[in-house]
């Protein structure tokens, strides 16, 4: 079974307006998410991550996700897409000695 | 401190050949792991490792070994190079022994082409 999707495997938007990167996930207990990002040729870099403290959490260049039990999803968002947040973005659980990444989801910024 | 570093950045193989790739921190972490990235399939684990001494397979093992003889160096080794190896290699390292709540550090990466 999937244990982590990515609804989008590519999303384009303008510079200056929402993003809304969508992952869900399934577990049988609640796991720590996790929100990655990979510029190109570089290595994966955390966002943000939700460890059960709070169900909406906050990251790095203005970037949050909420944490939706019931809908079992942790989409991520930001309010005005820069240039800069062009990249490849991962949603990830936590598996007993494992990370489970999703497929990943492309993001591209129109100038 | 250099985080995690990873060498070489680049490899070309032959089929059959072996080889290790290298990976250090410098972080005093307990877990250590080694991913692959193949387009349209995110990460997957090949091996991990939860402290010097203790290694255990992941989602993708066959092909690889590890070894963690000391708290920094996490090597991969390629035993007998395939053209399915062909793939990104990413080591990651975290402070505890679980993974709940853990961040991972990311190496910049080895883009492996195995001929």
């Known amino acids: 079974a999937q244990s982590v999707t990515q609804l989008d495997s590519h999303v384009s938007v303008s510079e200056g307006t929402p993003v809304l990167l969508r992952c869900n996930y399934s577990?049988?207990?609640?796991?720590?998410l996790f929100w990655y990002v990979q510029h190109p040729n570089k290595g994966l870099q955390l966002l943000l991550k939700?460890?059960?403290?709070?169900?909406l959490v906050k990251g790095i260049n203005g970037f949050e996700a909420e944490f939706k039990k019931s809908e079992t999803s942790f989409h991520l968002t930001k309010p005005s897409a820069h240039m800069s947040d062009a990249a490849e973005y991962f949603c990830?659980?936590?598996?007993?000695?494992?990370?489970?990444f999703g497929t990943g989801t492309r993001l591209t910024v129109i100038p | 401190n250099a985080g995690v570093t990873q060498t070489p950045k680049f490899q070309v193989l032959k089929t059959g050949q072996s080889m290790t790739l290298q990976c250090a921190q410098d972080?005093?972490?307990?877990?250590m792991s080694w991913y692959r990235q193949d387009p349209g399939m995110g990460l997957r684990l090949i091996h991990y490792?939860?402290?010097?001494?203790?290694?255990d397979q992941g989602e993708v093992p066959n092909g690889y070994n590890v070894s963690r003889s000391t708290t920094e160096d996490f090597p991969l080794r390629l035993l007998s190079a395939a053209p399915s190896q062909t793939s990104v290699y990413f080591c990651?390292?975290?402070?505890?022994?679980?993974?709940?709540?853990?961040?991972?550090?990311f190496g910049p990466g080895t883009r492996l082409l195995v001929l």
């Open positions: 990651a390292s975290s402070r505890g022994r679980g993974l709940y709540q853990e961040t991972q550090y």
């Open positions: 577990s049988s207990y609640s796991p720590s």
């Open positions: 939700y460890t059960s403290a709070a169900t």
């Open positions: 990830a659980r936590t598996g007993a000695n494992n990370l489970f």
């Open positions: 972080m005093n972490h307990e877990y």
């Open positions: 490792s939860v402290g010097a001494g203790i290694t």
